[in-house]
C-alpha cells in the first residue's frame, strides 16, 4: 500500500521559512518522480517544484529562489526547504509520486504565513 505522508507545516510570520518532508513507503522510492504542489483556498492545485529519480529539479516561478526541493533516497524522502515566505505561499501543501503516468498523493499540511 502506496502512503506519502508530509509533516512540516505550520504558521510562520513574512520572511520566515520552513521545511516541509514527505516520507515515502509502499514505492520504489529511488524510480519515482517526486513533486511538491500547492492549493490555497479558492484556487486550484499547482506545481511548486519536481525532482526527477536522477535529482534534476524544477521549480514554478514563483517559488525560484526562494525554494529548494531534495530528496534522499536512502530515508524514501522527500523535502521543500521554503525561504523567505510570503503571504502568498499560504496553502495546503501536497506531496506527489509519480511514475509512469501512475500518480499517487499524501494528505497534505498547511503552511500558513502571516503578514
Known amino acids: 500500500q502506496v502512503q506519502l505522508v508530509e509533516s512540516g507545516g505550520g504558521l510562520v510570520q513574512t520572511g520566515g521559512s520552513l521545511r516541509l518532508s514527505c516520507a515515502a513507503s509502499g514505492i520504489i522510492f529511488g524510480d519515482e518522480t517526486m513533486a511538491w504542489y500547492r492549493q490555497a483556498p479558492g484556487k486550484q492545485r499547482e506545481l511548486v517544484a519536481t525532482?526527477?529519480?536522477?535529482?534534476?529539479?524544477n521549480y514554478a516561478d514563483s517559488v525560484k529562489g526562494r525554494f529548494t526541493i531534495s530528496r534522499d533516497n536512502a530515508k524514501n524522502t522527500v523535502y521543500l526547504q521554503m525561504n523567505s515566505l510570503k503571504p502568498e505561499d499560504t496553502a495546503v501543501y501536497y506531496c506527489?509520486?509519480?511514475?509512469?503516468?501512475?500518480?499517487?498523493w499524501g494528505q497534505g499540511t498547511q503552511v500558513t504565513v502571516s503578514s
Open positions: 506527489n509520486a509519480n511514475r509512469w503516468g501512475s500518480s499517487r
Open positions: 525532482i526527477t529519480s536522477s535529482g534534476s529539479t
